[in-house]
């Protein structure tokens, strides 16, 4: 989709958080070969908490417009915020974003929107999060504001990643989530991988099961606040399974990404 000046009238009398602000893009970084990060530029941007996420609406010169919702990757900080988005196959909106988008380039986005998948450094407890896929978005905004914040607020919590990806390839923020599970930062981050290992590969490679979540998790007598992300199938069946395994409904919150787990 070839993208015009988006710049739309802003309603009179809608509360600045559902404003459509321009956003153009400072900076785009491959992260994987189906995913990029895009750093943008919001001026009016109000500021997030970590979890939340906007609408996008791309318009087309003959006035065309698709809209959709993408996770905040980065910590709160003002006038800027990144997405990172995986592009879907015949995706309208996403091979646009994940594609085609250049430095330079604008389009409107509102937000932030969501009260309830929400973490902030002062939430007390360990923080157990999983991810599939591109699930990983609004929890590497959490492990990000947890670096920044966490440490300033006494000791950091301990926190516990299981991340689902295809294959190492398709691992987002692979490098980043090493460093920030460096020593002494109380995070731990497990990897699985469901199709296809590179050599050598000694870590997990199965779809996440009861048994990872019992071993690689946090246990339930801990209390962890527990953040799930991904395709709706693995959101449906990891939180089906930690109440099983005894964790409470009240501290899993989940967001759904999409349709199908393919
Ligand atoms: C709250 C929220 C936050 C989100 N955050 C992110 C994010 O940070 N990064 C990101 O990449 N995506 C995110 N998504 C998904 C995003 O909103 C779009 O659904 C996705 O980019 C596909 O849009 P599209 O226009 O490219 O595909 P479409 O043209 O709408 O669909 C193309 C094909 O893909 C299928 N499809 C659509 N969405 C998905 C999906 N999510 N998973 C699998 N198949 C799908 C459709 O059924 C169709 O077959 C989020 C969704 C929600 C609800």
Known sequence: MTVTDTRGPIAPGLAPKKRWLT???REVTIETPRVRS????????????AGQHVDVRLTAPDGYQAQRSYSIASAPAANTITLTVEMLPDGEVSSYLAGEVQVGDKFELRGPIGGYFVWTPELEGPVFLVAGGSGIVPLMAILR???????????????RLIYSSRTYEDIIYRAELEQLAGPGTG???????TRGTPAGWTGLA???DAMMLAEAGIPPDQ????????????????????????HSLKLIKTERFGPTGK
Do not use: N, S, Y
């Not at 895009?38 to 997030?48: E, S």
């Not at 995070?187 to 991988?193: D, F, I, M, R």
């Not at 953040?227 to 939180?239: K, M, N, Y």
């Open 23 to 25: 956003a153009t893009v």
């Open 38 to 49: 895009l750093v943008l530029d919001v001026p009016g941007w109000p500021g997030h908490r």
């Open 145 to 159: 504001e947890r670096a920044a914040k966490g440490a300033l607020l006494g000791a950091m919590q301990p926190a």
């Open 187 to 193: 995070l731990a981050v497990v990897h699985t991988l």
């Open 206 to 208: 199965r779809r996440i």
């Open 223 to 246: 209390m962890p606040r527990i953040f799930i992300c991904g395709p709706t199938p693995l959101v449906e069946t990891v939180a089906f399974t930690l109440r099983e395994l005894g």
